[in-house]
């Protein structure tokens, strides 16, 4: 090709997952582009998605790795704007559509319904009344936000509470999310895994193993990764639960229970330290990898 593929890679500067993507894509074409999201200025009159001097229209092709440091509403705007280059020719990685179906928790959840995922009970509402009756029947239950990443702010209740911290709990709750979304504990060995695909392909499986202190098996509660190798069966789970959905690069969380395995979620934003950590490999390599080559097969790249 007589000009390499010039790719961004839209994340949070410093962090590592975002610099290790954008370490493996400068070594392979000599350029470089980390964006934060907060810097960017969409200017419609002159048809420029600007950052630092940079058109993003120019490029062949954005990888978003991660859109912001928090999920909160105001990231579906990011999604937007980034949108705009996308219907103008640039390649997102994942498409702005897909990413922002799982922004949102509840649009994430009913795409892998639709799809029939088995996953943990369910129920949504704005009903205050109905959701303290729907966790007295779960009899265990965790209060999730509709934006969060890796449990914060979820809000485990146990059969063992008072109907007043209940009541309680769902008041708090509410004060910062528009609905309420009750998921159904789910019995854990201890650990969950993160089955991981670049491209709709299977790389590998790690498992997040908790500490024994936190209700969750997340590393920012004090877990480590391991590795898991599934069955055929599990990781035709994971494929479907991400096939729910067209992106890029995902991790599938998936809970072996004593009913069977259960899909939590499948990430946008999955990262590459479970992959390296738990498996040995270099998801950020392979996605660099990946990349390139669906950029080159599109052709095209922009002097």
Not at 14 to 40: C, P, Y
Not at 119 to 136: D, H, S, V, Y
Request: aromatic share 8%.
């Amino acid at each position: 090709m007589l000009n390499k593929p010039k790719i961004g890679v839209i994340g949070i500067p410093g962090k590592w997952s975002t610099e290790v993507l954008a370490d493996h894509l400068e070594e392979q074409t000599g350029f470089r582009a980390v964006i934060d999201m907060n810097q960017v200025e969409l200017r419609l009159d002159t048809q420029q998605l600007m950052y630092q001097g940079l058109d993003l229209m120019t490029l062949d092709g954005l990888i978003i790795k991660k859109i912001s440091e928090v999920y909160a509403p105001a990231t579906e705007d990011r999604i937007h704007m980034l949108s705009y280059a996308e219907r103008a020719g640039v390649k997102m990685f994942s498409p702005t559509q897909s990413v922002g179906n799982l922004i949102n928790r509840l649009s994430g959840t009913l795409a892998l319904q639709q799809g029939q995922i088995p996953m943990p009970k369910t129920r949504i509402t704005e009903n205050p009344e109905q959701a303290f009756l729907t966790i007295r029947e779960f009899g265990s239950a965790i209060l999730k936000p509709l934006y969060s990443t890796k449990a914060r702010g979820m809000i485990i209740l146990t059969q063992d509470d008072s109907d007043d911290f209940i009541r309680h709990a769902l008041e708090e709750y509410r004060q910062n999310q528009s609905i309420y979304y009750i998921q159904q504990t789910v019995k854990l060995d201890g650990r969950d895994l993160g089955m991981v695909f670049v491209g709709g392909d299977y790389l590998c499986t790690y498992a997040r193993v908790g500490n024994g202190d936190s209700w969750n098996t997340t590393i920012n509660s004090g877990g480590r990764y391991e590795l898991f190798v599934p069955d055929a069966e599990l990781i035709e789970l994971g494929r479907r639960a991400q096939s729910c959905y067209d992106l890029s690069f995902t991790t599938v969380d998936i809970a072996l229970t004593d009913q069977g395995p259960v899909v939590f979620e499948v990430s946008a934003f999955g990262g590459f330290k479970g992959a390296l950590e738990g498996c040995g490999v270099d998801a950020a390599k392979v996605y660099a990898d990946y990349v390139l080559k669906e950029c080159v097969l599109k052709g095209d790249t922009k002097a």
